[in-house]
């Protein structure tokens, strides 16, 4: 899947599936392509991954269809140019929490007019560095580039309206984690009163047209996410779904040890 077809399926309302990477090697992410997931997110806000890593991984994404996605450490042009020009085909922005700052983080994505717009520099990764095609680059990556902001506390729910109103904006994915410390819950999903804020954050962001993301650990608990609405959807943790395995093995085992 590239990331145009990706864009589609958000846009006809079908749901895209993908995960979290906080293990930085190439093969496990082919692994994870192989198995046939949509998109995979490079954590570089909790995960161990370096700029430097990037170039590597988003190869390894792309060689095994998978669109490479980058959560960036924070709002800044620099984190955002950094991982556009190596090549990351979505822009996720964590704790988005006025809507100032998710348009000077959705301006950041795009070439255009505004002082804060994506600086142009034509000669890296993500343009192959192709001296011959300037002009078809630079004009061909607002379609090429998936724009994700993240809401993850009371007064980024506060502003919601106002962020899915501005152009430009793929998908706002809820931290649910965050959004639940954020609550004064520390990571109780099943609270009535966190699922309440939730299930009206969906309903309002449905409601702008907008895409609306979130995360599962397990196919299993993506399921009521998809029926709520939900349209993109990370499920584990690759480290996380690496462990699970490996304990189901030692579990199987463990009446001959």
Request: hydrophobic letters at 40%; aromatic letters at 8%.
């Amino acid at each position: 899947m590239d990331v145009i077809e990706l864009k589609s399926r958000l846009q006809a309302g079908r749901p895209v599936f993908g995960t979290w990477s906080h293990l930085p090697y190439p093969t496990v992410v082919e692994v994870i392509g192989a198995a046939g997931l949509d998109f995979i997110v490079f954590d570089l806000e909790h995960g161990p991954h370096s700029f430097a890593d990037l170039p590597s991984l988003y190869c390894a994404a792309e060689k095994s269809g998978l669109v490479p996605v980058t959560r960036v450490p924070g709002a800044g042009n620099s984190n955002i140019l950094r991982a556009l020009d190596s090549g990351s085909r979505g822009i996720m922005v964590p704790h988005i929490d006025r809507a100032s700052v998710a348009r000077e983080s959705l301006d950041a994505m795009v070439y255009g007019p505004s002082s804060r717009n994506r600086g142009i520099a034509t000669l890296t990764r993500a343009s192959m560095f192709d001296y011959n095609n300037e002009r078809g680059y630079l004009d061909g990556q607002k379609e090429k580039t998936l724009s994700i902001l993240m809401v993850e506390d009371r007064q980024g729910i506060a502003e919601l309206d106002a962020i899915c109103a501005l152009p430009g904006l793929d998908v706002l994915f809820v931290g649910i984690y965050d959004l639940s410390q954020s609550l004064g819950l520390k990571g109780n999903l099943s609270d009535k009163s966190f699922q309440k804020v939730f299930k009206d954050t969906v309903k309002r962001v449905a409601d702008k047209g907008v895409a609306i993301g979130c995360y599962a650990h397990t196919a299993e608990a993506a399921e009521p996410l998809v029926e709520m609405g939900v349209r993109f959807i990370t499920i584990g943790v690759d480290g996380g779904v690496l462990r699970r395995g490996y304990d189901a093995v030692a579990a199987g085992v463990a009446r001959w040890r």
